[in-house]
């Protein structure tokens, strides 16, 4: 069995942390007058950048001088530089995994399963993130956006994970996103669960076999679907 999982509002709260580090970026926007950046932000414009492939692959550095050259056409190096110092300590002081992803990862072992991790963003965001989270070890892959040079919103990357384990037959694809991980999984065969949670929480689903409030529900799908086929 192999089973694809996703991270950022799969296992850990990344849009939930990313909201306390928009409100705590305000304060700092008013102060440095950036006013246009603010309204950016309130305005949720940046849903804007959801099918940027470019983004999907970038450093957070790179990915808010983009941002902020799309409302400011020039943005100063010292004021991006505190920009990134901020949201970057923000957002891993808030960063937590969601109380179901250790005991579903534990319980897919325990089944055997190969389990590899398909993720969106640079490595070194989401290298940062597994450390920090604790949870590299329990991936017998780890395909990054940043380093294959592909976002998800192209099956590339889940080519990459199925070709990791060409034998195993019964195929899982888990993730929170409708148009990138549930299309992805589906291009490459998998049976594909949504998990509804985060940042897309409130979208249609397409391409979702399943759709399941957490991991909890989405392992008892999977356990279901592996009797079916044993
Ligand atoms: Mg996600």
Redesign the pocket.
């Known amino acids: 069995m192999l089973v694809m999982v ?5 296992l850990c709260n ?1 849009w939930e942390a990313g909201k306390y580090t928009i409100i705590r970026l305000l304060p700092h926007l008013i102060r440095k007058r950036k006013f246009k950046a603010m309204f950016y932000i309130l305005t949720a414009r940046y849903r804007e950048l959801e099918q940027s492939r470019e983004l999907l692959v970038l450093d957070l550095d790179k990915m808010l001088q983009k941002i902020m050259e799309r409302v400011y056409r020039k943005i100063k190096d010292k004021d991006l530089e505190e920009m990134v110092q901020l949201v970057d300590r923000t957002f891993f002081s808030n960063l937590k995994l969601f109380p179901d992803a250790k005991p579903f990862l534990e319980e897919l072992k325990r089944m055997g399963a190969k389990i590899v991790l398909v ?2 963003s640079s490595t070194y965001w989401q290298r940062k993130k597994l450390e920090y989270l604790g949870i590299k070890d329990y991936f017998d892959g780890i395909i990054i956006s940043g380093e294959t040079g592909h976002s998800k919103l192209d099956p590339h990357n889940f080519l990459l994970a199925r070709r990791m384990f060409p034998n195993e037959t019964e195929v899982y694809m888990v ?3 409708d148009d ?2 549930m299309k992805g999984g589906k291009a490459v065969g998998a049976t594909t669960i949504l998990v509804k949670r ?3 929480k409130g979208r249609r689903a397409k391409y979702a076999d399943y759709i399941v409030k957490n991991l909890t529900e989405a392992l008892e799908v999977i356990k279901r679907e592996h009797e079916k086929r044993a």
């Not at 996703?6 to 799969?10: A, G, I, K």
Request: glycine content about 12%; aromatic content about 12%.
């Open positions: 996703d991270l950022d509002d799969t990344t993720t969106d993730g929170d996103r990138t991980d985060g940042y897309f």
